[in-house]
Antibody
Framework: QVQLVQSGAEVKKPGASVKVSCKTSGYTLSGYYMHWVRQAPGQGLEWMGWINPNSGGTNYAQKFQDRVTMTWDTSISTAYMELSRLRSDDTAVYYC???????????WGQGTLVTVSS | QSVLTQPPSVSGAPGQRVTVSCTGSSSNIGAGYDVHWYQQLPGTAPKLLIYGNSNRPSGVPDRFSGSKSGTSASLAISGLQAEDEAEYYC???????????FGGGTKLTVL
């Protein structure tokens, strides 16, 4: 069965970077992009961008364009999302989500809590 | 401020029917892009509820239905059950932003 398993919670200081991983299993990578979505405490879902595992091509939300890097290691079927120059308002749960037919997310990771605090 | 607008909350008694609206614009829903709905129970990841405006994934009860018209979409939940109490989000694509957009979420309370 399809599974997306994310790395554990992180605590970072302002200005630092964080790299969240999302290990996939149970499906053929090449057929699906991967979304990254975040959710601040008590807030709604916010799309950050997607990555094409075939080409490594990315599409980032304008808000994160200069701070986010999404990558993929096909040898271990794992996607990564790195966010730099962290601020306190980056405190959120970060989700990876498989993008079906380029339109909707049919499987989600369990989420990774990133806390930014001095 | 979300690109897609949802009411912050809706409520209904067990057995009743409720609807959640999702209003967009000419660059997203009105441009013909599909709307998808997710259910998020407290402390869990979102779960796909409706895709392509009105399609239910396997395992989603037929009490849940979706529709789209013009620049808006709706999620209807009939025969409300206590377990339906959750946050509901709509999602689409926006051509101006060249990316996915979510609604702000609607909290459903079962009275």
């Amino acid at each position: 069965q399809v599974q997306l398993v994310q790395s554990g919670a992180e605590v970072k200081k302002p200005g630092a970077s964080v790299k969240v991983s999302c290990k996939t299993s149970g499906y053929t990578l090449s057929g699906y992009y991967m979304h990254w979505v975040r959710q601040a405490p008590g807030q709604g879902l916010e799309w950050m961008g997607w990555i094409n595992p075939n080409s490594g091509g990315t599409n980032y939300a304008q808000k994160f364009q200069d701070r986010v890097t999404m990558t993929w290691d096909t040898s271990i079927s794992t996607a990564y999302m790195e966010l730099s120059r962290l601020r306190s308002d980056d405190t959120a749960v970060y989700y990876c989500a498989r993008l079906h037919s380029g339109r909707y997310s049919d499987y989600w990771g369990q989420g990774t809590l990133v806390t930014v605090s001095s | 401020q979300s690109v897609l607008t949802q009411p912050p909350s809706v409520s209904g008694a067990p057995g009743q029917r409720v609807t959640v609206s999702c209003t967009g614009s000419s660059s997203n829903i009105g441009a013909g892009y599909d709307v998808h709905w997710y259910q998020q129970l407290p402390g869990t990841a979102p779960k796909l509820l409706i895709y392509g405006n009105s399609n239910r994934p396997s395992g989603v009860p037929d009490r849940f239905s979706g529709s789209k018209s013009g620049t808006s979409a709706s999620l209807a939940i009939s025969g409300l059950q206590a377990e339906d109490e959750a946050e509901y989000y709509c999602q689409s694509y926006d051509s101006s932003l060249s990316g996915s957009v979510f609604g702000g979420g609607t909290k459903l309370t079962v009275l």
